[in-house]
Structure formats: structure tokens, C-alpha cells
């Protein structure tokens, strides 16, 4: 029963066998997708090169938490994601019988986005594939997948086999996001380094007119799934996902089983609730990452460069961020404004991010999974408490959502000269507010820095810097902790620079200066 | 407050230890272990500092006495154990 039917994207023969690139991306999927989209957004060329002619298929990313939103609203998406998605802000845990306790994640008004939209992930690449091909600079390859790969200090050698036979390419900069399976990973001898979790997931997709509300729902030991936990969550188009732990010692071939698993959706639904499999998957979790993301002229996205468990939704949002942070860098290189140093802070940001994304998702398995009897009373016990207890619900971890990375102590931020006690952290992702006429975010850049001015004069024009001029009371300046006169520097990636007390052009030029790593 | 303090607090300390042991009774082994843990817990948020927690934690790892040998099994092996087969694992607890 196909709700969706995959695309199947032509395959074209190479016809530039011995010919140079500026930019190569291996994996057409969701991350590599949404760094060609932002590089040719910015005006630069990309050959994409994938080893399969559609968009990802079955139970892959649904979660697109608030700031991947805000990320695919920069890339013209954003829009096609919220009307297509599901919409929800509850999530519920329960505990054996009982509901233990519900949670509210919209924290505040004044979003153009939601906490997260549910959507499958092969909707997303669809578009990403469309809105690449709309750029005229995406050369997107399928059925060509990479089967060599020789880094060199100047750039990177490839070779590309396809249904046509061979050929090879060169790239100045090479964006590997194929993947947890990098193929570009093994061929550059990488390790990622980090933890197995010994716990199988069964998750199904499966197609029903169900009347439940769009929540995020979670089982520990429900009646319905005795010893494990569930997860359910509600995507586009009536599919549903539900997650089943398993156990370690579960027969993946034998659980994989229509028959079986039929029979666990039918204890969990009741008896009248029709249903029909979409897509069965059995999985098993890691956490793990390689030391380092750039490697000289090649750079390591998404899954590729990190994994998690699905637990927090930290895998697809965490790679488009990293996407995010690449991409303006990338381009600035190319256009001669940054030095090549500047991709250095792509790992000394993007690596405490996915440090951040591994711990949580780590410590959520731990708690869905307890590694011993003692974890398993500690946990047990937390959701007894949480039933009648507030104190012990935050301790419950059914999975620390996707929050958007906070850059502290980059070197690309500068320190801010006076206090600046309230609103949104240095490094932070700009936080959106609600304008008389629109959404702050839509202000902000398409391809250049942008300076929020609080009720002030602008300044003089500042090359690559776009001005914008908001209130110095309400809901912006309370989120920026600014007022009257105040202004604050956002980077081509929306992450808050430097900000000031006052409007100065020649401190402005040296932060927009030390945020392209041009100061050593 | 940041530091774990052992000294003597209870004003009645025979009354806390029988009050801890006596609601373990009638628990099984599992359903005891459950209960140390949200037991644990409220006083975990009741002193409010995961410092203290920490150092509590720590005091609680150094003190044990662990057995010389594997722990033995059943009821008939257990009155060979005693202090004459056990030490203590840091000379330098602290004693609280």
C-alpha cells in the first residue's frame, strides 16, 4: 500500500570524464541535497553525485524540528514542509497502564515555525531535488556512485562508476554526506569511533484513518508490548510511525515478518482500527563520530560524519545544520572573501554539535534502554514518581528533542564588549519574532550578513553587511536582550556574531571580518 | 549549599534507621530496589545541587566494604562472612 510513489530521477552518462569541479557532494540524500541547494542558492555550481535514482525510501528522518524549518524557509521549502507535514507540540509518556504525564513544547508565541513538523523524509528530498534543479547549477548524477577517492592537499580525485562504465572527475572541495556507510569515509581509512547500543527497534510505517491526535506518544512497557518500549508519531498522508523495542536478543529476519508484525500493531490498535504496512525496518542504534569533519579539500556532513540514535530526532536535523554552517563558508572561500581557514570553524562549531547531539541521544537510549538491573529500578522509579511528582518529569528521557546549536566559544564570534545579561546567547541561532508586517528571520540576508539595528540610524553602507532597522521595544528587542540604539550582527547562517551597545562601522567591519576568518 | 555535609544532622537517629528498614518490609528484592531508587530520588531533589549529589555519590563508592572473596551464595555460606573476611575499600572514608 504506497502512499507515495518515488520518482525515479533519469540517468545521464557522464560526458566530462578528466573534467574539474569547484564543488562535488557524494549522496543526493536529504544533507547533501540541502548543502548543493544552499551553495547554488548562493550562486555557486554543484555536481551531485548519487548512487541511486530517487529520493530516500521507507522509515528514515519525519522530525523537522523548528530550526531545519527556519533553515528550509532561508532555502525556499519551508513552506511545501509545514503545509504537507503534521503539526504537533504535545508529546505523552506512559508507563505500564497509565499515562505518567503530557508535555507542551511551544514555549512561545511569535514563530512562523512550530516545534517540529512531521514529514517523511522522501517528500523533503523531492523538493530539495526540484529546488536544486531550479538553480540551474546543480548538475545532479544519479545511478553515478563514487568508487575512488584520492584526497590531495589541492583537491580531490574521483572516480565514478555508472551503468556506462567509468570515469573520473576532480573536485577543488569535495562534500561527502553519503551517509552512516560513507563510502568516502572508507576509502579516506576514517574510524568513526563511539558506542553500539545491544537493543533492536522494530519501527513500521503503517497506513491508518486512525482518530488520534498529532502527538508524540511513548510507551515504557505498555500492556500492549510487554518488556520493551513504543513510539508513535503521526506523519503526512495518514502513515504513522511506530517503534518497537525489541531487545537484543530478537531475530531481526523473523521480527521483520508481516504476520509478526501485524500482530504487534493489532495488540497496540485494538481490534478495529484498520491498518496496512507501508514499510518494516529492524534497527540497531549507534552513537559515533570521526574525530574530524574537514580533511584537508574534503568535509564530512550528516551521517557520514556522525550518527545517533533516532531518539531526540538529532540525526537529519543536526546534519541540515551542519549543512547550514558549511555552506556560506564554503561559498565565501570560492569567492575569494574568506581564506580556506575559515572551514576550520566548520569543525570547531559543528563538532561540539554533534558532541551535544551524541550525548543526548546517548543518554535517551540509556534511559530506554537500561544497561542493568540498577538503571532499570533508577528509571522505573523516575516514571513512578513523574505520575504524581513535577520535580521527577523532567528527569524522564524519552528523547531530548533537536534544539539548535548554540556556538559558544567560537572563533568566529566576537566577545561582546559591555554585558549583555538578557536574550538569546552569543552564537546562538537568530530567534524569530513576529514584526507588524512579518517574520524577523524573512529580513535577514539571502547571501551576506545581516545587522538587526534597534531603532537606531543606520550606519554608512558596510560591504557584504544588509542592514534592517526593528523596534527597540517588544517582541524582538526582548528576545535580543536589545534596546534603543543597540545592534546586533547575524552571519549568512542567521548565528548571532557580535552585537554592541552603539553603532560603530569600524567594530561592525572587524566582526563581519573576524566571522570570515580574516583576522588571524 | 555546594559540599556534601557529614556530620551528624538527625535529631533522632534510631528512629531514621528503623524507619528506612521498615519500609522495606514486606518488599521483595526488586520492589525494595525500586523503592531505594525513588527514595534516592525525592531527597536527590529535595537537597536541589547535583554537586552535593555528586560528592554523595562519591562518599557512598568510597565507604563500601567490599568481601575479600566473590560473595557467597545461600544462607548456609553466609555466616562465613564477617569483618574477618572483609576490608575496608579506602582507608580514608569519610565516616558518616
Not at chain 1, 28 to 34: E, I, Q, R, S
Not at chain 1, 75 to 100: P, Q, S
Not at chain 1, 234 to 248: E, K, N, S
Not at chain 1, 307 to 331: C, H, Y
Request: proline share 6%; hydrophobic share 40%.
Amino acid at each position: 500500500m504506497a502512499t507515495f510513489v518515488p520518482p525515479h530521477y533519469p540517468f545521464r552518462p557522464a560526458t566530462d570524464d578528466g573534467a574539474r569541479h569547484s564543488v562535488v557532494v557524494v549522496g543526493g540524500g536529504l544533507v547533501g541535497l540541502t548543502a548543493a541547494l544552499d551553495l547554488a542558492q548562493r550562486g555557486q555550481h554543484v555536481v551531485v553525485l548519487d548512487d541511486d535514482d530517487t529520493v530516500s525510501t521507507g522509515s528514515r528522518a519525519i522530525c523537522f524540528a523548528k530550526r531545519t524549518l527556519e533553515i528550509y524557509d532561508r532555502l525556499g521549502i519551508g513552506a511545501a514542509i509545514r503545509d504537507k507535514g503534521t503539526t504537533w507540540n504535545t508529546g505523552r509518556v506512559y508507563f505500564g497502564e497509565r499515562e505518567v504525564y503530557g508535555f507542551d513544547l511551544l514555549a512561545e508565541r511569535g514563530h512562523r515555525n512550530p516545534a517540529f513538523v512531521n514529514l517523511q523524509q522522501y517528500y523533503v528530498e523531492h523538493w530539495l531535488v526540484e529546488a536544486c534543479r531550479a538553480t540551474g547549477r546543480v548538475d545532479l548524477r544519479w545511478k553515478h556512485r563514487v568508487a575512488g577517492v584520492a584526497n590531495r592537499t589541492d583537491g580531490v580525485a574521483l572516480t565514478v562508476a555508472t551503468p556506462a562504465g567509468s570515469y573520473t572527475i576532480g573536485a577543488d572541495w569535495l562534500l561527502a554526506a553519503d551517509g552512516a556507510r560513507s563510502l568516502v569515509r572508507e576509502a579516506l581509512g576514517l574510524d568513526a569511533v563511539g558506542k553500539v547500543f545491544h537493543d533492536r527497534f522494530l519501527i513500521a510505517d503503517v497506513v491508518m484513518h486512525a482518530d488520534l491526535p498529532a502527538e508524540r506518544r511513548f510507551w515504557f512497557e505498555p500492556p500492549f508490548h510487554r518488556g520493551g518500549s513504543v513510539l508513535l508519531h503521526r506523519q503526512a498522508d495518514d502513515v504513522w510511525r511506530i517503534d518497537f523495542q525489541l531487545g537484543w536478543d530478537a531475530d531481526p529476519e523473523a521480527e521483520r515478518e508481516p504476520s509478526r508484525v501485524e500482530a504487534r500493531v493489532r495488540a497496540m490498535l485494538g481490534p478495529d482500527i484498520p491498518f496496512a504496512l507501508e514499510w518494516v525496518s529492524i534497527y540497531t542504534f549507534r552513537c559515533r563520530r570521526i574525530e574530524k569533519f574537514r580533511h584537508g579539500r574534503t568535509i564530512f556532513l550528516g551521517d557520514a560524519a556522525h550518527q545517533v540514535s533516532p531518539f531526540g530526532a538529532r540525526g537529519g536535523n543536526g546534519g541540515v545544520q551542519d549543512a547550514d554552517n558549511l555552506g556560506w563558508k564554503l561559498d565565501a572561500v570560492l569567492r575569494g572573501e574568506a581564506p580556506e581557514t575559515l572551514l576550520d570553524s566548520y569543525d570547531s562549531e559543528r563538532i561540539p554539535a554533534a558532541d551535544e547531539n551524541i550525548l543526548n541521544s546517548t543518554r535517551s537510549t540509556d534511559f530506554i534502554t537500561p544497561k542493568n538491573e540498577a538503571a532499570r529500578a533508577y528509571r522505573d522509579a523516575v516514571l513512578e514518581l513523574a505520575a504524581s511528582h513535577h520535580f521527577a518529569r523532567p528527569l524522564v528521557n524519552s528523547g531530548r528533542l533537536s534544539r539548535p546549536a548554540v556556538l559558544t566559544g567560537s572563533p568566529l564570534s566576537t566577545p561582546d564588549e559591555t554585558p549583555w545579561p538578557a536574550g538569546a546567547p552569543l552564537g546562538a541561532a537568530a530567534p524569530d519574532a513576529e514584526l507588524d508586517d512579518g517574520y524577523l528571520l524573512d529580513r535577514t540576508a539571502a547571501n551576506g550578513f545581516t545587522l538587526l539595528v534597534f531603532d537606531g540610524d543606520l550606519c554608512g553602507a558596510i560591504p557584504g553587511v544588509q542592514q534592517v532597522v526593528v523596534p527597540a521595544a517588544g517582541m524582538v528587542a526582548e528576545r535580543y536582550g536589545a534596546g534603543r540604539g543597540d545592534a546586533v550582527l547575524l552571519r549568512p547562517d542567521q548565528h548571532i556574531a557580535a552585537r554592541w551597545r552603539r553603532l560603530d562601522p569600524a567594530a561592525i567591519g572587524r566582526a563581519r571580518d573576524r566571522a570570515l576568518g580574516r583576522l588571524a | 549549599m555546594t559540599t556534601l555535609d557529614t556530620r551528624p544532622r538527625l535529631d533522632d537517629p534510631d528512629l531514621a534507621f528503623e524507619s528506612l528498614v521498615e519500609a522495606h518490609r514486606d518488599l521483595t528484592a526488586e520492589q525494595s530496589r525500586r523503592f531505594d531508587a525513588r527514595l534516592v530520588l525525592l531527597l536527590a531533589n529535595h537537597i536541589g545541587s547535583v554537586t552535593v549529589l555528586r560528592a554523595a555519590i562519591t562518599a557512598a563508592r568510597a565507604t563500601a566494604w567490599e568481601p575479600a572473596e566473590a560473595p557467597p551464595a545461600g544462607e548456609a555460606a553466609a555466616s562465613q562472612t564477617g569483618p574477618a573476611t572483609m576490608r575496608l575499600a579506602s582507608a580514608r572514608a569519610p565516616r558518616s
